[in-house]
């Protein structure tokens, strides 16, 4: 007899608290109830943080109560998501979708996104899948965002997933709400990232003329882009204003300019540019950079253009023995005999 006294007594105990556990809860509950009006209610529970099952059941209950006040499902989808628990707090958002979407579509999208990023970070399953339904559902967002934190918000979010495109749509928006040239500037990189070369060059060019304390750096940009894209004689003049602006480096910019414009079969430019290296440089280098003005034209068969260059600058440097005869050879390519014999004999006045 004695041990099945004890087995009654232990169900009894057991009863007893859950009993006592029930009747606190409905307690708390109806003080709750009675003392706090419903804003206070959800700013308590809001900030409840210790015990996410607790509030969860205390959100369940309350919402009973208020079932015209859809801020508890809001609040109640942000403790399941806390939670993990994807399912129940999917059920929720379609019973807002379905009851409250005209109305409060911003905050619905916004708590399904949070749900899918939820999904997405918590397991690699379909995760494809959870990457198209963040885009679907940001993009949706965007078109029903009215304020610049939304098109932040859409911005920040979509450059975290590489949704290029959408945050090109946001950034855009930005540009027209204040602080122009960081929004410009930002809109540049991102099309870039897009492969939207064109678009990038436009916002390049914008902010060449309103942020002209930056100019060399934008310049550059400008003439990288142009280089990258292929683009060699835009890309020459971008080089030919860097020379003009940034005149400690402008040899530098002359002879990117020249090799640029060599590439893109430039021949005549080419050369011009090397010929304005070598009114800037001292007598040392005046020589080098004729001579490459000259083989510019001569690696485009330019002979005629060759033999102008020669009359134009070419007497200065037929003293030296290398310089003169590569003129020499120029100008017979091109027929120009007389000015061959011109150079061998200020030759030959030197040996």
């Known amino acids: ?13 057991k009863l007893f608290e859950w009993y006592e556990i029930a009747g606190f809860f409905v307690i708390v509950m109806a003080v709750l109830l009675l003392l706090f009006p419903e804003d206070k209610i959800l700013q308590l529970l809001k900030k409840e943080t210790s015990n996410n099952t607790l509030t969860i059941q205390y959100i369940e209950n309350i919402r009973k109560f208020y079932k ?13 998501l806390q939670s ?7 059920k929720v958002i379609d019973d807002l979708k379905e009851n409250y979407f005209d109305t409060e579509t911003k905050k619905i999208l916004l708590l399904e996104y949070n749900l899918e990023k939820t999904k997405y ?39 975290s997933f590489s949704f290029f495109d959408i945050a090109m749509k946001a950034v855009e928006r930005l540009i027209e709400s204040g602080n122009k040239i960081f929004w410009l500037n930002q809109a540049a990189s991102i099309a870039l990232q897009n492969s939207d070369f064109n678009k990038s060059e ?20 400008l003439a990288s882009l142009m280089v990258q894209t292929s683009k060699h004689k835009r890309a020459t003049e971008y080089y030919e204003k860097l020379a003009a602006l940034d005149r400690e480096k402008s ?11 060599l590439a893109g079969g430039l021949y005549g430019k080419a050369s011009k540019l090397y010929i304005e290296a070598m009114k800037q440089s001292k007598k040392g280098a005046r020589k080098i950079y004729f001579l490459k003005a000259l083989n510019s034209l001569l690696s485009g068969n330019r002979t005629k253009m060759a033999a102008n260059l020669i009359k134009r600058y070419g007497m200065e440097f037929a003293n030296d023995k290398e310089t ?15 000015l061959a014999r011109k150079i061998s004999v200020k030759l030959m006045e030197k040996y």
């Open 84 to 90: 993990g628990e994807i399912e129940k707090a999917r």
């Open 1 to 13: 007899m004695k041990p099945n006294a004890d087995k009654n007594s232990v169900k009894q105990q």
């Open 202 to 221: 436009e916002f390049y060019k914008e902010l060449l003329k309103i942020d002209p304390k930056n100019r060399k750096k934008y310049l550059k940009r």
């Open 68 to 80: 015209a006040d859809y801020r508890f499902l809001f609040l109640l989808v942000e403790k399941y």
């Open 324 to 338: 003169a005869k590569s003129m020499i050879k120029a100008a017979l390519g091109a027929g120009e005999t007389k």
């Open 121 to 159: 970070f918590s397991s690699r399953k379909d995760r494809d899948k959870t990457r198209k339904n963040l885009k679907k559902i940001l993009y949706t967002f965007y078109k029903n965002a009215e304020k610049k934190e939304d098109y932040r918000f859409v911005y920040k979010e979509a450059l």
């Open 251 to 261: 040899l530098l910019w002359y002879e990117k300019g020249a090799l640029t414009a």
